[in-house]
């Protein structure tokens, strides 16, 4: 391809490790296909209070070691005096803070500006307050949906029932019903709406973000037109909407910042037989209060499966949000012996290089958060799922895997964690739900199978040929026309 034009792109990922190694990903992939494309990614460092700041720090500057050809970073400074944040309003202090970076990035995209012509912003969809920037500027806004295209079509519909048919969503979100989605093929249950937008302050975030969105020229989803057919077609006849890019699974196999696979875990592994380990894993803000850590220890236990388990310690109750971190001795919270007597049986470990287990041969199963970067890996490497959602969009992630495409069994589809309240009493999920779900996620061969064929869908729409190959690749021509 020639290289008569040079097309510049700013990247704005949001504040999320998962949100900006996905964004890393797309960064990658787009400047692999064309070298005229150069990508500049501002970083928005965490609050200092978010406890998440290091977890991002770890994994630009793991970047920093590698050769990315064509894709800078930036961080960005923050004010000396952040927007406070409110416990009883965090996602308008969360939204105060990304507005807060907005006259950074248009000082450094006018040194960009300075030296040769932006071709357009592509913004995470928690940065929707930057298409006024890149507006300024007179260059188009592409969003990157970090998640699937059935919940983007969620979060449309709640819009409308708000804004078309002046419906009360906070008192319909908190009743006992059964709701038609246009981007699910089956009625969804209030109880799996996030907790979000059961609260008048989390509905009007969103609200605020979704008509946003609209006034974007393309919004790119990291989903596949096989695994979604059904909802990017609802997508896609909506005529009110940007052009929406199909462009995953987008994944960091290289299992981004952090530990490899510890010698005599990998060991262990090796020596199982195949698909007969089952693999616990709740996400980098994942962890349970110890009344709930030994119930899930005697499922375990009376499962009689194999397992490897990454459990993590909550934050420190002084903090209002942050991530977990690692036990010293894990015994402090397990069940008196549990070490002892599944010695041979299973592995208790801390982070987890997720990537390299779920890659393994003898994992079979994979009791997961319903995070979308976790479940496109699940599905990339053929791993069924046993669905535990805690917050965000997680709930309807795993509604959509059970029910809608049955690639995931049931544990507690409803199970609800206030990341912003962590004193807040939590619903117990019992050692029998539990061991029930992994002894279905285990014996499952249906699903199991419907898992190893969507994975080989997965690796085919990426490749030469495959569906979000041919996305990416309009996408690119879109990119080029904002420059000729």
């Known amino acids: 391809m020639a290289n008569t034009v040079a097309v510049e792109l700013v990247f704005i990922p949001a504040p999320g490790v998962g949100h900006i190694m996905s964004t890393v990903e797309i960064a990658k992939l787009l400047v692999n296909r064309d070298q005229r494309l150069s990508i500049t990614v501002l970083v928005i460092k965490p609050p200092p ?33 952040p927007p406070s944040r409110d416990p009883k309003a965090p996602m308008t202090s969360f939204d105060e803070f990304i507005n807060s970076h907005c006259k950074y990035v248009r000082i450094a995209v006018a040194d960009m500006m300075s030296s ?15 298409i006024d920037v890149a507006n300024e500027f007179n ?8 998640s699937n295209a ?45 907790l979000m937008i059961k609260i008048r302050e989390g509905l009007d975030f969103v609200m605020r973000l979704v008509r946003k969105l609209r006034k974007a020229k393309a919004i790119m989803v990291n989903t596949f037109l096989e695994l979604e057919t059904y909802a990017i077609k609802s997508l896609s006849s909506d005529s009110r909407l940007p052009f929406v890019y199909p462009v995953g699974p987008l994944l960091n196999l290289e299992g981004g910042a952090g530990k490899p696979l510890e010698d005599d875990v990998k060991r262990w592994l090796d020596g199982q037989p195949p698909s007969s380990v089952v693999f616990l894993c ?9 009344v709930q850590v030994k119930e899930i220890a005697y499922a375990l236990e009376r499962s009689g ?55 393994h041969r003898a994992v079979g199963g994979f009791v997961s958060h319903c995070g979308w970067n976790s479940t496109l890996e699940s599905i990339w490497f053929g791993v069924p799922m046993a669905a535990w959602p805690m917050y965000a969009e997680q709930q309807m992630n795993a509604f959509e895997m059970v029910v809608e495409l049955g690639l995931a069994v049931e544990i507690k589809m409803d199970y609800k964690k206030d990341v912003f309240n962590p004193k807040a009493d939590m619903e117990i999920v019992t050692a029998d739900e539990i061991e029930g779900g992994i002894r279905r996620l285990m014996a499952d061969d249906t699903i199991r199978t ?10 085919a729409a990426v490749v030469e040929g495959g569906s979000s190959y041919a996305s990416v690749g309009c996408l690119i021509q879109d990119f080029v026309r904002n420059i000729s």
């Open 305 to 359: 499966h194999s397992f490897v388990w990454s459990l993590r310690r909550p934050p420190l109750e002084e903090t209002t949000i942050g991530n977990p971190s690692d036990y010293e001795d894990p015994r402090v919270v397990l069940p008196e012996g549990f070490m002892e007597r599944t010695a041979g049986i299973g592995k208790v470990i801390g982070w987890a290089p997720q990537v390299a287990l779920l890659a």
């Open 49 to 81: 209070s978010s406890g998440s700041g290091s977890a991002i720090t770890t994994y630009i500057e793991s970047l920093a070691n590698k050769t990315l050809d064509r894709v800078s970073f930036i961080e960005l400074p923050q004010d000396e005096t």
């Open 116 to 130: 040769g012509r932006v071709a357009g912003f592509v913004i995470d969809m928690f940065c929707t307050s930057m």
């Open 150 to 194: 059935a919940f983007f079509g969620f979060q449309l519909y709640i819009l409308s029932l708000c804004d078309d048919e002046k419906r009360d969503v906070v008192e319909l979100s908190n009743s006992d019903a059964m709701i038609p989605v246009s981007s699910f093929v089956k009625p969804v249950p209030t109880s799996v709406f996030p």
């Open 450 to 459: 419907r898992a190893k064929e969507m994975s080989e869908k997965s690796r």
């Open 139 to 146: 260059v188009p806004t592409y969003v990157f949906f970090t």
């Open 282 to 290: 709740f996400g980098s803000m994942g962890s349970f209060e110890e």
